[in-house]
Each structure stands twice: as C-alpha cells, then as structure tokens.
C-alpha cells in the first residue's frame, strides 16, 4: 500500500493487463476502495466485498482486466471489462483511497474503452450515493440510463456510452 505522504498523478502510472499473480492485490484494493459504501449503503456484504481471490483470478483468465502501476511496480488500481454481443460491461473500478482523485480511474478507463475499438456501446453501474463515481462516468460521456432500487439505502445507477455519439440504444442482450 502506498504511504499517504507520497502523491501520486495520472503521469506517474502505467496501465498493462492484469495477471494471476495480481489478484490479491486487486482485491485488497477492491475492498478498502468499497468500504466506505458499506457504510453508506449500510451492507458490509456488498458483492464487491465477498468476491474471493479465484473470482478475481477467473475475471482476469475470461475478461479484459487492466491494472495501473505506479512508479514503484505497486498496482494501484484496477478495471475489469467484457465484451458480450457488441457491448462491453465495465465491471470494479477500483483505485487505492490514497491514490483517489488524481487521474488513476480516468486513465484506467479511457485504456479499457481503447482496448475494445469494436464495441458498440460501453455499460456499467453504480451505487446512486457514488456522487465521484457519477461525476467520473458523466465526464467521461456516460449517461444514466435507468435506475434499480435494492433496498432502502441501495439503488443502482446504470449508465451507458455509445461508441458512435448518435446512438442513444441500449446493448442487445442477445437472442
């Protein structure tokens, strides 16, 4: 874990595929990242918080994982993404709480949009008190599709990016 006196910016990262031997530290971020939604949310069960180490190891053998890097080889982040009838699910956005706010998320999915030149459309969800989260995705040519209550506390956010700007759809879920 990096020492909160170190700062770090999106210039300081390199962003490679994940490997097998990254996911430990995956989820060790993965759950300090999503900790405080635990508490906001008010479910320390969140699915984020119970995935094991083999799920994210089957995640990087069967989905597009990405890491960022920091200058000293520590991963700092992490996004998963799966391509499924032209659409690209982005899945656990992730970045170390010291290494928040500084570029890490942005660069970690401008990468993985890159990585899928051929998708149709982008989508992904997210807790609709994650206002840093809504911001990132808005900024990022996200648009709130619809919303699905869980719970009292808990309602999804899901958003969604065409790769062609005139497209207003929503991904095909197959036949």
């Known amino acids: 874990m990096r020492d909160?006196?170190?700062m770090i910016t999106s210039r300081d990262i390199a962003i490679r595929d994940a490997r097998a031997d990254d996911a430990a530290a995956i989820l060790a971020i993965q759950r300090r990242a999503f900790a405080p939604a635990?508490?906001?949310?008010?479910?320390?069960?969140l699915p984020p918080?119970?995935?094991?180490?083999?799920?994210?190891?089957r995640d990087i053998v069967g989905q597009s994982v990405l890491v960022a890097e920091d200058a000293d080889g520590s991963v700092?982040?992490?996004v998963r993404?799966?391509?499924q009838y032209?659409?690209?699910?982005?899945?656990?956005?992730?970045?170390?709480?010291?290494?928040?706010?500084r570029g890490v998320a942005t660069r970690l999915m401008r990468e993985l949009e890159a990585r899928f030149p051929d998708a149709e459309r982008f989508e992904l969800f997210t807790?609709?008190?994650?206002e840093p989260g809504m911001g990132l995705y808005l900024k990022l040519g996200y648009r709130e599709t619809r919303r699905e209550r869980l719970s009292d506390l808990l309602e999804l956010v899901h958003m969604s990016k065409a790769a062609d700007p005139d497209d207003h759809g929503q991904c095909?879920?197959?036949?």
């Open 81 to 83: 993404g799966r391509l």
């Open 127 to 130: 807790g609709g008190m994650n």
């Open 172 to 175: 095909d879920e197959g036949a």
């Open 86 to 101: 032209g659409c690209v699910h982005v899945g656990r956005l992730v970045v170390e709480p010291t290494a928040q706010r």
């Open 76 to 78: 700092v982040g992490s």
């Open 49 to 57: 918080l119970v995935e094991r180490v083999d799920e994210v190891e």
């Open 4 to 6: 909160n006196r170190t």
């Open 38 to 45: 635990a508490l906001r949310y008010a479910d320390p069960a």
